[in-house]
């Protein structure tokens, strides 16, 4: 097939994320990838301002990261995870164990960010039923939040961003309150958490958890929030003793400055869940993470087990990259780069926010993220030309315009990125727009 073909086959033929049978816009081809590149088959070379959804932290076709995978290839691609273990699912899970809190020390292994929430929404479900307390079956969380697009992660997501009236019905119902309304930087004040706090007391003999994306929530509105609020929460969850799971898919592995993102308000979770950058971008892998309390508890109920145990559990390659991966990141570089990019985010983004500019509601730097709010939603197809054009891959959405580069991006490629983002934000079309 040639270029159009393969365009055509692909708009008829391939569901992308979030898009329309009927009228899809097309899909730019990638021959490959390397460092921060994306090389299209046009022989356009894309500057990455995405990282492909927080995974890619160490940049493309990395030849630690590749070596790993190929050395494993050769040994054993996947073996099932029932009674058969290895030392690639070994080695990663002693990572885990060492890099997270002291108190994290029992690890699941599985496939994607989606399913790490079921399954820590299900060990959350089991520890009160192996404590007698089987009626505990709801979670409290906050608007504005995303965990993921199967029905348990939908049902605490924000209930207007993931459509549960379509669903109605079938997604089990769970308690919303009010998302954070003082940034990170902001001056904290109390009341910010007061409907959070009537929630929880409210609903305290209902509630196996409260599930929450730690200081950053990322897909539902890219907001950032003051480490007071999470740490208030984990101190409310500790006075009605509820546990406590932080979802930190998007937050791990150092993108918001701090290695996992609940450090900035130096508490821990119960149960915590990992994914996207755990093996760099290379394979599709996630982890929940519990306090040896929380899992001895579960495998003390009726079932005598966790009740989970998917296919591709522990699979060898995804677990043989993001060992290397994690021990890139062990190294510390990463430090230094994540800081350099938010420095050069506050001092090349963030003053956009004091240019008074009608289109523009919001800019908000945190770690190696930057974000533009706009007043309107961004006409999508228009946006995605115009970055292309100007050698930059960023993908907005709805009124959101927004780069998580990789860590190894240089200072004028990080630039030109954040020049990109300024002008399409001031010029490019928003939705109503004919372009
Ligand atoms: C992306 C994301 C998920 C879902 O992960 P998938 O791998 O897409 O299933 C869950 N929680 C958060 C915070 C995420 O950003």
Redesign the pocket.
């Known amino acids: 097939m040639n270029h159009n073909e393969k365009e055509e086959f692909d708009k008829k033929h391939i569901w992308h994320p979030y898009t329309s049978m009927l009228q899809p816009l097309p899909c730019y081809q990638v021959n490959s990838a390397d460092g921060v590149y994306i090389n299209l088959d046009t022989g356009e070379r894309l500057i990455d301002g995405m990282s492909s ?2 995974c890619a932290i160490h940049g493309y076709n990395n030849k630690e990261i590749n070596e790993a995978v190929v050395e494993q290839v050769l040994k054993v691609s996947h073996i099932m995870f029932g009674g058969i273990t290895h030392d690639p699912a070994i080695n990663l899970c002693k990572l885990l164990v060492d890099m997270t809190h002291k108190d994290l020390e029992c690890v699941f292994l599985c496939d ?6 079921e399954v820590a929404l299900k060990q959350a479900i089991q520890y009160w039923e192996a404590k007698g307390e089987s009626n505990r079956k709801k979670f409290l969380t906050i608007g504005h939040g ?4 199967t029905f348990g ?1 939908m049902s605490v997501c924000d209930p207007v961003n993931s459509m549960h009236t379509l669903y109605k019905g079938y997604v089990p119902e769970n308690i919303f309150a009010d998302p954070p309304q003082i940034g990170y930087r902001d001056e904290w004040d109390e009341s910010d958490t007061s409907s959070f706090e009537s929630k929880i007391e409210e609903n305290k003999d209902k509630l196996a958890a409260v599930i929450i ?1 730690p200081v950053l929530q ?2 539902g509105g890219m907001r950032m929030y003051h480490p007071m609020y999470l740490k208030r929460v984990r101190e409310l969850c500790d006075k009605h003793n509820i546990l406590l799971v932080l ?1 930190e ?2 937050t791990g592995f150092g993108r918001t400055g701090k290695l996992f993102a609940y450090e900035h308000a130096n508490i821990r979770p119960d149960i915590m ?1 990992v ?2 950058a755990i093996s760099g971008g290379y394979l ?1 892998l ?1 982890a929940v993470i519990s306090t040896r309390q929380v899992s001895e508890t579960i495998s003390s109920g009726k079932s005598g087990c966790f009740m989970h145990g998917p296919t591709f559990m522990g699979n060898p390659l995804a677990c043989a990259a993001s060992v290397r991966n994690l021990e890139m990141l062990q190294t510390g570089k990463w430090r230094e780069q994540v800081a350099a990019i938010e420095n050069q985010l506050l001092k090349e983004l963030l003053p956009l926010k004091g240019e008074n500019n009608s289109r523009i509601k919001d800019v908000r730097v945190l770690g190696a993220i930057g974000v533009i709010e706009l007043t309107k939603p961004v006409n999508m197809g228009g946006c995605q030309k115009m970055f292309v054009d100007l050698g930059v891959w960023v993908r907005p959405f709805g009124k959101l315009i927004y780069i998580m580069p990789p860590y190894i991006i240089k200072q004028d490629e990080l630039s030109k990125l954040i020049g990109s983002i300024i002008k399409v934000a001031k010029e490019g079309p928003i939705k109503d727009d004919v372009y």
């Open positions: 959804w927080w994607s960010g989606s399913v790490s929430v995303y965990h993921g697009d992660a994306e990322g897909a979802d898919v998007a869940c994914g996207k599709t996630a």
